[in-house]
């Protein structure tokens, strides 16, 4: 096992860090016993005070479980686990939301795109169910929200790609959160208006179309954000690559 000499900056994250990694790569497989407190400052050669903290953290997330007076231990990884390094995106401001929209501007067209090849009539039946539900509902609240999750998660999933399904689903939370807020901010009509063009697309087998729409849905949610947010208060690498993109 290699350990990187530690930066003075920031060292609890650094500790953290090399120690998930440890866990990750199997250097400390599940079930192991991890080294003590005295064993992992004399590793690591900083203080019990980070050491204590990145084991709190890996304890926090369920990547370990300690144990009254046996230490800790490594338990059995599963995705969830990560969805609170995800976090901070919940703190929305101009850069959270850019980051999820480029996320979204990347995987999602495509996503619409590989549904209309592969979607079967239950995929289908699901998806139309979904935005009778999102019109039904018909007001930016936290149900509304879900309903516009599980649309796009609908999407993911007649994909049929479970790598593509799966992580969506690890991100639902984020995406909730997000959705609920874009939806107070923006309002909901044109989302309406622009599920039913997806979905319309992804029936007649037409991917180009499905991807133009799903891309066109995002670019105009761009555009909002960027006009709710100035760009001084936070620019980030999306507003040069959406001017190029506009232009």
Same mark, same amino acid.
């Given at each position: 096992?290699?350990?990187?000499?530690?930066?003075?900056?920031?060292?609890?994250?650094?500790?953290?860090?090399?120690?998930?990694?440890?866990?990750?790569?199997?250097?400390?497989?599940?079930?192991?016993?991890?080294?003590?407190?005295?064993?992992?400052?004399?590793?690591?050669?900083?203080?019990?005070?980070?050491?204590?903290?990145?084991?709190?953290?890996?304890?926090?997330?369920?990547?370990?479980?300690?144990?009254?007076?046996?230490?800790?231990?490594?338990?059995?990884?599963?995705?969830?686990?990560?969805?609170?390094?995800?976090?901070?995106?919940?703190?929305?401001?101009?850069?959270?939301?850019?980051?999820?929209?480029?996320?979204?501007?990347?995987?999602?067209?495509?996503?619409?795109?590989?549904?209309?090849?592969?979607?079967?009539?239950?995929?289908?039946?699901?998806?139309?169910?979904?935005?009778?539900?999102?019109?039904?509902?018909?007001?930016?609240?936290?149900?509304?929200?879900?309903?516009?999750?599980?649309?796009?998660?609908?999407?993911?999933?007649?994909?049929?790609?479970?790598?593509?399904?799966?992580?969506?689903?690890?991100?639902?939370?984020?995406?909730?959160?997000?959705?609920?807020?874009?939806?107070?901010?923006?309002?909901?009509?044109?989302?309406?208006?622009?599920?039913?063009?997806?979905?319309?697309?992804?029936?007649?087998? *037409?991917?180009?179309?499905?991807?133009?729409?799903?891309?066109?849905?995002?670019?105009?949610?761009?555009?909002?954000?960027?006009?709710?947010?100035?760009? *001084?208060?936070?620019?980030?690498?999306?507003?040069?690559?959406?001017?190029?993109?506009?232009?």
């Amino acid at each position: 096992m290699e350990i990187v000499p530690i930066d003075r900056r920031n060292i609890s994250r650094q500790v953290y860090d090399q120690m998930l990694d440890n866990i990750l790569n199997g250097v400390w497989p599940p079930g192991t016993k991890l080294p003590s407190e005295n064993e992992l400052t004399q590793m690591f050669g900083v203080s019990r005070v980070p050491i204590r903290e990145a084991l709190k953290k890996l304890s926090t997330m369920g990547i370990t479980q300690t144990r009254q007076g046996e230490g800790s231990f490594v338990q059995m990884m599963t995705p969830g686990m990560f969805m609170n390094s995800l976090l901070p995106m919940l703190v929305w401001n101009r850069k959270s939301m850019m980051d999820i929209l480029e996320y979204r501007r990347i995987v999602e067209p495509e996503n619409a795109a590989l549904a209309a090849v592969n979607a079967d009539e239950d995929d289908l039946a699901c998806i139309l169910a979904t935005i009778r539900d999102i019109e039904r509902i018909g007001s930016p609240v936290l149900e509304f929200a879900i309903a516009d999750m599980k649309f796009h998660l609908d999407i993911a999933r007649a994909t049929k790609n479970s790598l593509l399904f799966n992580v969506s689903n690890v991100i639902r939370d984020v995406l909730v959160s997000y959705y609920r807020k874009i939806n107070e901010l923006m309002g909901i009509d044109r989302a309406i208006r622009y599920h039913r063009l997806i979905y319309e697309a992804i029936r007649e087998r *037409d991917p180009d179309r499905a991807r133009h729409w799903m891309q066109e849905h995002i670019l105009t949610t761009i555009d909002d954000v960027s006009l709710k947010f100035p760009e *001084d208060s936070v620019t980030t690498p999306m507003d040069k690559k959406m001017k190029g993109m506009r232009s």
